[in-house]
């Protein structure tokens, strides 16, 4: 009892150490950054070595994003051997690229020997050809295949994503011999839910989870024991669809198989959660025009990624502005028309980028299909249609009071009430076409939804108050 409560005591003022370098903000207290960099300009390893040595590998990556780009090359410098590459897991790809590019490819080799095979091919896969090859030259023939068979799985696939350390054994083995193995083997990944069962081809035959292991008595063979696993995951599969599996399924692990049903690796759940991030990251900066761009992204870059979409943005504001000059004539004897027409255009852009956004959503997380679309669509023809109605009444009475004339208030009713109508069926129609056409709607739905509700915002109230005038 006394060891334990030394180990807990000891993890205890660990965990407490840990928390002392954040503020309540969550941010890195300015005073840990300040003894970092003081540390780093003194070149001063062993304050170096002391402050970080029993950081976890998030709050290693949190550090090196708040120090500046010299300091980040300078603390991995320092550290040399000791410097945790697991961190660069955590850290923006642009950040990870420039300490990659910045460190020799013997000590890169050396520091991805000490990382599970889906962190190692993490920091590989940013790097040229050439360098990988270097990299994986100077690794242990069977490290180096397994990081090179993973690296040939396409981007964005289970393949790239899984670990190849797992735990497989035959099927005549008993539990016991099977407990022996994983006490005795060294060799064997240092965390695990699930034990593989396979052919003498590597063929995947079932699994067996640790609890049952732990149930089952010594002398009872694997086959009588082991289930089938229901949800192997081919090695091509999509890193988004295997995730989906995860959450259909509740799996902690699950097999990966290449095209021949043999098993090749294991996805496990803290990498389907980093899947589930990067994929709401992407889709949310999709939707903006922003592409993969990151915070540690420099200004060119930065201004590149955004410059296409506000090009095309550009373009379309173009129609909607010939729109309006379609009706220059009106405008010019009704001024008060040009003050209003905004509100008409703006509220249906806010309505249909609601609907656009729960639909993209949902397009994603594959919640929204050919079953359901129908019954989608007209909940939200009956939203635009409600709202239309609400809005048009609050904005005719204060548009009839403001410019003291009905007349003017019930045409930007009428107007309001038929954008939002079509916003309402824009935000949910462009996507569900965009995806029919395989199209990414995440990217393209914003602008085409922009343009139809400025368009016919814009059409309709000034075209009412052109009817209703009789402005020639």
């Given at each position: 009892m006394k060891g334990q409560d030394e180990q807990t005591t000891g993890a205890r003022a660990a965990e407490d150490s840990h928390a002392d370098i954040y503020g309540e903000d969550g941010a890195i207290l300015s005073s840990f950054l300040a003894a970092i960099g003081a540390a780093i300009a003194d070149r001063d390893t062993l304050t170096l070595k002391?402050?970080?040595?029993?950081?976890?590998q998030s709050e290693l990556g949190d550090l090196l994003e708040a120090l500046h780009p010299e300091q980040r090359r300078a603390l991995v410098d320092l550290l040399g051997a000791d410097f945790d590459f697991s961190a660069l897991?955590?850290?923006?790809e642009a950040i990870r690229r420039d300490i990659v590019d910045s460190l020799p490819n013997a000590q890169i080799a050396q520091g991805v020997q000490d990382l599970d095979s889906d962190d190692a091919v993490y920091i590989l896969e940013d790097l040229e050809k050439e360098d990988q090859d270097e990299i994986l030259s100077q690794l242990p023939f069977t490290e180096?295949?397994?990081?090179?068979?993973?690296?040939?799985?396409p981007e964005e696939t289970a393949g790239r994503r899984m670990q190849t350390e797992f735990v497989a054994v035959p099927p005549f083995w008993t539990i016991g011999q099977t407990i022996d193995y994983m006490r005795e083997d060294n060799n064997l990944p240092d965390r695990f839910s699930q034990i593989f069962v396979i052919d003498p081809s590597f063929k995947l035959l079932g699994a067996i989870d640790l609890d049952q292991i732990l149930r089952t008595k010594r002398s009872i063979k694997v086959e009588e024991v082991m289930h089938e696993t229901r949800h192997a995951i081919p090695a091509t599969m999509?890193?988004?669809e295997a995730a989906r599996e995860f959450e259909q399924y509740d799996l902690l692990s699950a097999a990966v198989v290449d095209e021949n049903e043999r098993l090749v690796g294991v996805l496990t759940i803290d990498d389907v959660v980093d899947v589930i991030q990067q994929e709401a990251e992407e889709d949310l900066l999709r939707m903006g025009g922003v592409g993969d761009e990151e915070l540690s992204d420099s200004i060119l870059s930065t201004s590149r990624s955004r410059v296409p979409w506000l090009l095309v943005n550009l373009l379309t504001a173009f129609l909607a502005a010939s729109v309006i000059g379609l009706f220059d004539r009106t405008i010019e004897?009704?001024?008060?028309?040009?003050?209003?027409m905004p509100i008409v255009a703006g509220m249906g852009g806010n309505a249909g980028s609601q609907t656009m956004t729960v639909t993209v959503r949902a397009l994603a997380t594959r919640d929204l299909d050919i079953y359901n679309a129908g019954r989608i669509i007209r909940r939200e023809m009956g939203v635009g249609f409600i709202n239309g109605i609400i809005f048009a009444i609050l904005i005719g009475i204060v548009a009839a009071a403001w410019f003291r004339d009905p007349n003017l208030g019930g045409i930007i009713a009428a107007a309001m009430i038929i954008n939002m109508f079509v916003a309402a069926l824009a935000g949910i129609l462009i996507p569900l076409l965009l995806d029919r056409f395989k199209i990414d709607p995440a990217v393209a739905s914003a602008v085409f939804v922009t343009t139809?509700?400025?368009?016919?915002?814009?059409?309709a109230f000034l075209g009412l108050a052109t009817w209703w005038f009789g402005v020639r």
């Amino acid at each position: 009892m006394k060891g334990q409560d030394e180990q807990t005591t000891g993890a205890r003022a660990a965990e407490d150490s840990h928390a002392d370098i954040y503020g309540e903000d969550g941010a890195i207290l300015s005073s840990f950054l300040a003894a970092i960099g003081a540390a780093i300009a003194d070149r001063d390893t062993l304050t170096l070595k002391r402050e970080v040595d029993d950081l976890h590998q998030s709050e290693l990556g949190d550090l090196l994003e708040a120090l500046h780009p010299e300091q980040r090359r300078a603390l991995v410098d320092l550290l040399g051997a000791d410097f945790d590459f697991s961190a660069l897991t955590e850290v923006d790809e642009a950040i990870r690229r420039d300490i990659v590019d910045s460190l020799p490819n013997a000590q890169i080799a050396q520091g991805v020997q000490d990382l599970d095979s889906d962190d190692a091919v993490y920091i590989l896969e940013d790097l040229e050809k050439e360098d990988q090859d270097e990299i994986l030259s100077q690794l242990p023939f069977t490290e180096r295949i397994r990081l090179r068979r993973s690296l040939d799985y396409p981007e964005e696939t289970a393949g790239r994503r899984m670990q190849t350390e797992f735990v497989a054994v035959p099927p005549f083995w008993t539990i016991g011999q099977t407990i022996d193995y994983m006490r005795e083997d060294n060799n064997l990944p240092d965390r695990f839910s699930q034990i593989f069962v396979i052919d003498p081809s590597f063929k995947l035959l079932g699994a067996i989870d640790l609890d049952q292991i732990l149930r089952t008595k010594r002398s009872i063979k694997v086959e009588e024991v082991m289930h089938e696993t229901r949800h192997a995951i081919p090695a091509t599969m999509d890193q988004e669809e295997a995730a989906r599996e995860f959450e259909q399924y509740d799996l902690l692990s699950a097999a990966v198989v290449d095209e021949n049903e043999r098993l090749v690796g294991v996805l496990t759940i803290d990498d389907v959660v980093d899947v589930i991030q990067q994929e709401a990251e992407e889709d949310l900066l999709r939707m903006g025009g922003v592409g993969d761009e990151e915070l540690s992204d420099s200004i060119l870059s930065t201004s590149r990624s955004r410059v296409p979409w506000l090009l095309v943005n550009l373009l379309t504001a173009f129609l909607a502005a010939s729109v309006i000059g379609l009706f220059d004539r009106t405008i010019e004897h009704i001024v008060a028309l040009a003050v209003l027409m905004p509100i008409v255009a703006g509220m249906g852009g806010n309505a249909g980028s609601q609907t656009m956004t729960v639909t993209v959503r949902a397009l994603a997380t594959r919640d929204l299909d050919i079953y359901n679309a129908g019954r989608i669509i007209r909940r939200e023809m009956g939203v635009g249609f409600i709202n239309g109605i609400i809005f048009a009444i609050l904005i005719g009475i204060v548009a009839a009071a403001w410019f003291r004339d009905p007349n003017l208030g019930g045409i930007i009713a009428a107007a309001m009430i038929i954008n939002m109508f079509v916003a309402a069926l824009a935000g949910i129609l462009i996507p569900l076409l965009l995806d029919r056409f395989k199209i990414d709607p995440a990217v393209a739905s914003a602008v085409f939804v922009t343009t139809v509700t400025d368009v016919v915002g814009f059409f309709a109230f000034l075209g009412l108050a052109t009817w209703w005038f009789g402005v020639r």
